[in-house]
Structures are given as structure tokens and as C-alpha cells.
């Protein structure tokens, strides 16, 4: 294969067969189209001969899937940073894979196929890409990702019976993830992939690229500063962060809801110093929340008051009680104090889903009725 664009668009210009670098072996897996890229890596449609299909893709691989490709700045990043790609994508592959294993598969996490090695000339240099096959979540016009869906939606914004649908399908994929012993630790809204028509969505969990995987060593520090939590900032390179837990992801799933339920990011930028100080603002100063959410006051100081909990700069106990906490105990208080309030976050996506949910439940309810008696649609 060869290429000349930093996204790799250029591979898919013509049907373009996949062929596993280490093995020299044809997948059975086709280039068709470029898909999208993000910050690591491109997106390809591929379609599967069945007959030709390699050991390589599960033998559940369906006839079209996508192949997520690392670019190569990503790869020349790394190596600066000493870190192999390939462990990055073998990460993700191990965290994906476990999940497949369960029976039935969770729906609300994207679904994984295989994984491997292409060989690309670069720009006249040779390369090794690690690629991986997931699941091909197609979802039309309305786009594929809860940032996508949620624009579109700026107008009214996400009605009650919606964002409960989302909401339990996202903390139900979270909730699979920690149950295999899989910390995602960058859940935000491009990384919600949705299926499905607007009245019918099923969310799908994905991009597990720094995902903490219990049972593998070695870890990478990295998040998105509007969505993690600010016990993120503490970690390094060379060892696993004991501050990170089940509630830095739920930190992450509330400023997901945040972003569903107001159409923005709770976090206004890196100048918001009020968030990184652990301040956060109620949902009616968002521009976009449903009439459903905004006319009903007591009904927003309900998702107010869980939303900021599970969005708390203040980490539960549990975190200050892993054997290497004390070590952070001192950098925590110099440079994030906020870790140490009183108002402590939920420790699992369980705890927060059992206040959150209720609420959406109430609210959803309520809205059908209105509709109904309006004569028009939920």
C-alpha cells in the first residue's frame, strides 16, 4: 500500500485488499472507502469475502466492518514519547476482545473482529500500521456520534424520552467496561457512537485507545481536559495512576450527559478557570436544554444536584485507599486541592445511574403525557 496523505485517504482511492504485515497473509477484508479520522487514527469501510476471510477476523466478522488505521504522526509521536503503537492498539484490541467474549456480546459497546499489521509506504518511507477491526456503526444522515447527533438537535435540543434512552444505553456500555476490568478513561461525546433512528438509537461505547485494562502493565497518560477528571493531571507515563478508578470515568459520563441534555461542554475552555477550580454551573446556563428540562425548576435542581455530584472534583474515599495513593497525597493537595472537598463523586456508574435515571424516567413520562394531550410526538 501506498500513501501520501497524513490521514491515509488516499489508501481507499481504489478497492484495496488488507494484508496482514507480519504473516503476509490476505485477510479476506477489503479497503473500500474512507470513513473519517480522528486524533489517532482513520476509519475505513471494508468488505469481508467470507470465503477468503483469515484467521486473523473473528469467524462472527460480518460481510462489512470498519478497519481503524494508526496514522502515521501518531506513530512517529509515540516513538518520540518511547511508547510502541503497537501496545496502544493491543490495548484496545484486549479490552474490546474481553467484552466479544461475554455471551450475549454487549450491544452498547462497539463490537470487535480482529487485529494486525499493514505494511504503507509513507511518503516514499516504509511503515508498519497496526490496525483493527470493529464494529461498522452506520447510522445515515442523522451522523454517527453523540457530538454529531447532538448538533443537529441545537435547536429544541434532546427531548426527555431520548436522553433516557442514551443515557441507559451509555452507562449500561460503561458499566460492561469496568465489569471486564476496563477503565475507559476518555469517554466525551465523539467517542459515543450511535445506530439506530433518532426515536430508536442504541449508544456503542468506543475508542478504548487509553483505556486501562486490568492484567496488562504499562499505561498512558492522557485525557480530554473538558471531560476528565482532574485526578488525571496527576498521571504519569511510567506507572498506573491510583487515583484513577471507576469514578473518573463517571466524572467523564456526567460531562457526557452534561453535553447531551445542553448541546455544549460543561467546561467552556482552558481558560474556565471556575471548572478546573471545581466549580460547576447549572444546566440552565446551557443553550440548548428541551423545554421539557427547562420549564420544570424542580425537576432541574434534581439533575443539578446529581450531575454535580457525579461531575465532583472531590474523588470518593476509595481512590485515597489504593496501596500507592499516599505517594499523590501531597502533589494532589499543591496542585488540585478540589480532589479533597467534601461533596465526594460516586465511586461507580452503578451509584450515579440509580440517582440519575429516576430523574430521566420522571421527566420522560411527564413529557409523553404533554405530547399526548398536544396531539403530537414525544
Request: some cysteine; glycine content about 8%.
Amino acid at each position: 500500500m501506498q500513501s501520501s496523505d497524513p490521514d491515509l485517504r488516499d489508501l481507499a482511492l481504489r478497492p484495496t485488499a488488507l494484508v496482514d504485515a507480519t504473516s503476509g497473509e490476505a485477510t479476506g477484508a477489503t479497503l473500500s472507502k474512507f470513513l473519517a479520522t480522528g486524533g489517532m487514527a482513520s476509519v475505513f469501510l471494508a468488505d469481508v469475502a467470507e470465503a477468503a476471510r483469515s484467521s486473523l477476523l473473528n469467524p462472527l466478522t460480518p460481510p462489512r466492518i470498519a478497519i481503524k488505521v494508526l496514522k502515521p504522526r501518531m506513530l512517529a509521536d509515540l516513538a518520540r514519547m518511547n511508547t510502541d503503537a503497537s501496545s496502544i492498539v493491543a490495548r484496545e484490541a484486549v479490552a474490546l476482545a474481553r467484552v466479544m467474549e461475554a455471551r450475549p456480546p454487549s450491544e452498547f459497546v462497539v463490537g470487535f473482529y480482529g487485529t494486525g499489521h499493514m505494511e504503507v509506504s509513507y511518503k516514499g518511507a516504509p511503515l508498519r500500521l497496526p490496525w483493527l477491526a470493529i464494529e461498522l456503526v452506520d447510522a445515515g444522515a442523522d451522523g454517527v456520534s453523540l457530538l454529531e447527533r447532538v448538533s443537529r438537535a441545537a435547536d429544541e435540543g434532546i427531548d426527555p424520552p431520548r436522553a433516557l434512552r442514551i443515557v441507559r444505553g451509555m452507562c449500561d456500555g460503561v458499566k460492561t467496561l469496568h465489569e471486564h476490568g476496563i477503565l475507559h478513561r476518555d469517554l466525551k461525546p465523539d467517542n459515543i457512537l450511535l445506530t439506530g433512528a433518532i426515536d430508536d438509537e442504541t449508544p456503542k461505547i468506543a475508542d478504548c485507545g487509553i483505556a486501562r485494562v486490568k492484567g496488562l502493565f504499562g499505561t498512558v497518560a492522557g485525557m480530554t481536559p473538558a471531560y476528565g477528571g482532574p485526578e488525571q493531571l496527576l498521571s504519569m507515563s511510567s506507572e498506573s495512576n491510583p487515583l484513577v478508578g471507576t469514578w473518573t470515568d463517571v466524572h467523564a459520563l456526567a460531562a457526557v450527559v452534561w453535553f447531551l441534555l445542553t448541546g455544549e461542554d460543561w467546561c467552556r475552555g482552558s481558560g474556565d478557570r471556575a471548572w478546573h477550580d471545581g466549580t460547576r454551573r447549572g444546566l440552565r446556563e446551557g443553550h440548548h436544554l428541551h423545554t421539557a428540562f427547562a420549564e420544570d425548576p424542580r425537576l432541574l435542581a434534581e439533575l443539578d444536584a446529581v450531575l454535580m455530584r457525579a461531575a465532583s472534583a472531590a474523588i470518593p474515599d476509595e481512590a485515597w485507599e489504593q496501596p500507592a495513593a499516599p505517594r499523590y497525597r501531597e502533589q494532589a493537595l499543591h496542585l488540585h486541592p478540589a480532589l479533597f472537598g467534601t461533596a465526594k463523586r460516586h465511586a461507580t456508574v452503578d451509584a450515579f445511574a440509580a440517582e440519575l435515571i429516576p430523574i430521566l424516567e420522571r421527566a420522560s413520562v411527564r413529557w409523553a403525557s404533554r405530547a399526548a394531550a398536544k396531539d403530537r410526538p414525544a
